[in-house]
């Protein structure tokens, strides 16, 4: 059984910024798609393990951005299963354009739950037949995300119906446009992130309000940092860190 599967997607209008490339966003939701269509396709789609009582959540996710694709481009994403660490499931993706050149490269940390208790389960013992590829897309380890101490920022978010998915939660993927929302306008303007890490900690609901918090770093070669942290407001409940790393655009 082939660990690798490889599906295409075609960046339709709605997908692209003002400044004429995808959002960041549009990454994270081919990374969500590619992965739950190789599960569906080997007897493990999401319905099938809801109606086992089982639910995947991402924990984790480092994206590497070579660049950002354009309108009515042709993207592939591979995506495969590499060795389980304790009751975690990582997940490699690579993304390529028309040309076979990467697009981007990332790895997340998956965790499934049982639905009843909200405690993780181990992937081998309820999913024992996944293919495995011992592979990696980054050597290094994650490491720990800084929390924000002195905001410049903060923008107030509410979750709508439309920010939920099928657990009823927040979309992993909405976390990151809600952290992008209080970026500075000229950094917007002109960068693009080649670089997110991103900790999730907690689920937000429908009618929930955030604060979506930013602290602005420059790292050696002068580049603009941000940390970024996802608060409950009034209850101080985190919800996730991230970390990125700007370039202007070409």
């Known amino acids: 059984m082939n660990p690798r599967h490889t599906t295409e997607f075609s960046v339709h209008l709605h997908h692209i910024g003002s400044n004429g490339l995808a959002r960041p966003s549009l990454l994270f939701d081919c990374f969500q798609d590619a992965a739950s269509e190789q599960s569906a396709c080997l007897g493990f789609s999401i319905r099938e393990l809801m109606d086992r009582g089982l639910t995947w959540v991402v924990s984790r996710y480092r994206v590497n951005v070579c660049r950002y694709p354009r309108w009515q481009e042709r993207i592939r994403v591979t995506t495969w299963r590499s060795p389980q660490q304790d009751h975690t499931a990582p997940r490699e993706f690579v993304i ?89 306008g000229p950094i917007m303007g002109n960068h693009m992130p080649d670089r997110i890490d991103i900790s999730f900690f907690k689920s937000a609901g429908y009618g929930d309000t955030i604060q979506s918090l930013i602290q602005q770093h420059q790292d050696p070669g002068g580049r603009p940092q941000f940390i970024h942290q996802l608060v409950g407001e009034p209850e101080p409940i985190e919800y996730c860190r991230l970390s990125t790393s700007w370039k202007r655009m070409s």
């Open 96 to 184: 390529l354009d028309a040309d076979n050149r990467t697009i981007a490269r990332a790895r997340g940390i998956f965790i499934l739950l049982d639905r009843s208790t909200s405690r993780p389960v181990s992937p081998i013992d309820h999913i024992p037949r996944y293919p495995i590829a011992d592979e990696r897309v980054f050597e290094d380890d994650f490491q720990a995300l800084p929390a924000v101490d002195l905001p410049d920022r903060s923008t107030r978010i509410h979750v709508r119906r439309d920010d939920l998915d099928l657990n009823r939660h927040v979309n992993n993927t909405r976390y990151i446009t809600f952290a992008l929302e209080s970026l500075p």
